[in-house]
């Protein structure tokens, strides 16, 4: 019966998510009549351009939207987030939770001809995901050691049950990497990763920084028959409008993750050239977030951020800076996550009299200019609304006496300066709760989850012992109802302390050519391969 309870929690078997005004993901799959064609070139527009290709110490969305195509995980998911074999066949977990045991699909080969083994599985899973992944550090921390007792064995030995780690073995949040390349080095130095080797549908060609990424078809591929396409290019185009424009002219025929002006977004869900696909984000569940580095001045006040919560318009933001196409958000889960979501928790509606108050309270009086105090807005480097964001939320805090300064730099910059130096007053950018929020929210609010260097993680140097022990609960609760209540217990102490303050979900979508075929519209489809896709001639 535990092995059975396990099984259903690691799987999430029971987790289904429901986006309100959308309908249940088409699955992905050919049409009555359709037989896919070989060859082509698909052109993907990705932005910003990847800082790297292995989401294994890097996990920002644009190097999995390219690099899931090259490396590959031990499961991926299906619509309903259920785990459906990859680099394993199948997977046993122990009556008391401590194992958990995978097969591992024979003939497999890496793309220089080296075979795949349970020792890539073992290298990968205790000296890079447990040491230098964002998200994984956290997920594997209970991770003790990986048995490797044959080739096609790889066994998990955990200090405590992980209800999560099965939720967490996709391509784009724990790819394996190839043991006998990395082995002995710095994994996020290694010159490999300039010419990644993986196990992928498609080999990588060439890396041109800016401008594009080629891949080619890998023909040793174990999926026997796929990928159907020769090539992908993935093309850095930073211009939004420009993105639009080429998409239009079938310049580029598939871009994921929005991408485009929000204002061009019903034009182009007109063009009879092209289709709109809300769904593959589901996964991820993102937020977009205010977030305080708690060791400054004035906002070090929960009173402050408080005010703060209260002065910003949320839903006047979505509506002029994102075309409507969004939604806000009122916590770090949303509720499409379902169960894991509380009704019951602390409220900011948008009350400016009520900000000027707490900021009175806080011994924060305007003075003769009219000014309270000035904080920097560093905004996130993915996508150009942020720019228009940050001028909204100046304009916002502006009326209750709040100077921002937004603050916008290019990626190397800002990795540094938030998640090395921490140099920053508050952040504005999106975080993936993800469909198991342990995964997710575990490493921004989890005192022992910062680490400098490490981006996406906490970097606000908040430290609650009662989020530290809900943390500790729902590690390993297994009782699903138990689980959640740690979730929604969670919730409310964030929305207390506020470290920080949920703005909005992500507005994701998809935006591809008609004649392209198989995209995938399964839970994480947006970040995982292209191996079923196919151009129509």
């Known amino acids: 019966m535990l092995r059975k309870l396990v099984r259903t929690l690691l799987v999430g078997a029971n987790l289904t998510l429901a986006i309100p005004g959308i309908a249940g993901a088409a699955p992905t799959g050919l049409a009555a009549g359709q037989t896919p064609v070989r060859g082509g070139t698909l052109v993907v527009a990705v932005n910003p351009d990847p800082a790297q290709l292995s989401t294994a110490f890097h996990n920002q969305y644009a190097n999995a939207v390219a690099g899931s195509n090259i490396f590959e995980g031990l499961v991926s998911y299906d619509k309903d987030n259920r785990a459906v074999p990859a680099l394993a066949t199948r997977w046993e977990v122990s009556d008391d939770g401590l194992s958990i045991a995978f097969k591992l699909r024979s003939g ?83 010159p490999v990763n300039q010419h990644p080797v993986g196990t992928g549908p498609f080999r990588f060609k060439e890396w041109k920084k800016s401008q594009q990424i080629i891949l080619e078809r890998n023909p040793d591929y174990w999926d026997s028959g796929k990928p159907y396409l020769d090539r992908v290019i993935f093309r850095s185009l930073p211009d939004s409008a420009t993105r639009a424009a080429a998409l239009e002219t079938g310049e580029i025929q598939y871009q994921p993750f929005g991408g485009v002006p929000l204002a061009d977004v019903k034009r182009l869900k007109s063009n009879p050239n092209l289709v709109f696909e809300p769904h593959g984000y589901e996964y991820n569940a993102q937020v977009f977030y205010l977030a305080f580095n708690l060791r400054r001045p004035h906002v070090d006040q929960v009173k402050v951020r408080e005010a703060i919560a209260y002065a910003l318009d949320k839903q006047g933001l979505v509506d002029t800076v994102w075309h409507g196409v969004a939604r806000t958000a009122d916590s770090p889960i949303v509720p499409a996550l379902g169960d894991f979501y509380a009704k ?15 900021l009175d309270e806080a011994g924060l009086p305007r003075k003769p ?101 809900l943390i500790a609960h729902y590690q390993q609760e297994l009782d699903p109802r138990k689980r959640y209540e740690a979730f929604h217990d969670l919730q409310r102490v964030l929305l207390t302390d506020l470290p920080l303050i949920p703005v909005m979900e992500a507005p994701y979508f998809t935006f591809y050519n008609k004649r392209v075929h198989g995209v995938d519209t399964s839970s994480d489809g947006a970040r995982s391969s292209l191996k079923d896709a196919w151009i129509e001639p």
Request: hydrophobic share 40%.
């Open 369 to 469: 200019d009219g000014k309270r105090f000035t904080v920097k807005l560093d905004l996130s480097i993915n996508g150009e609304a942020f720019p228009l964001a940050g001028e909204y939320i100046r304009q916002n805090l502006a009326k209750v006496g709040i100077d921002v300064k937004p603050v916008l730099t290019e990626q190397g910059a800002f990795l540094k300066r938030i998640w090395t130096d921490y140099d920053f007053d508050i952040l504005f950018q999106g975080f993936s709760t993800l469909m198991d929020p342990e995964l997710g929210l575990t490493r921004l609010v989890w005192s022992k989850a910062g680490a400098k260097g490490v981006p996406n993680v906490n970097a606000f140097a908040y430290a609650s012992p009662r989020v530290d022990a």
């Open 108 to 190: 497999v080969r890496w793309h220089d001809g080296k075979p795949f083994t349970s020792a890539d599985v073992q290298y990968t899973a205790l000296e890079v995901w447990k040491k230098v992944g964002p998200r994984a550090r956290v997920t594997f921390e209970p991770l003790l050691a990986v048995d490797t007792p044959d080739a096609s064995t790889a066994i998990f030995r955990l200090r405590r049950p992980a209800p999560v780690i099965l939720n967490s073995l996709d391509a784009a949040e724990a790819p394996i990497l190839p043991r006998h390349l990395y082995e002995g080095t710095d994994v996020r130095s290694n």
């Open 344 to 358: 019951d928790k602390p409220a900011y509606p948008y009350d400016p009299i009520e900000a000027e108050k707490l």
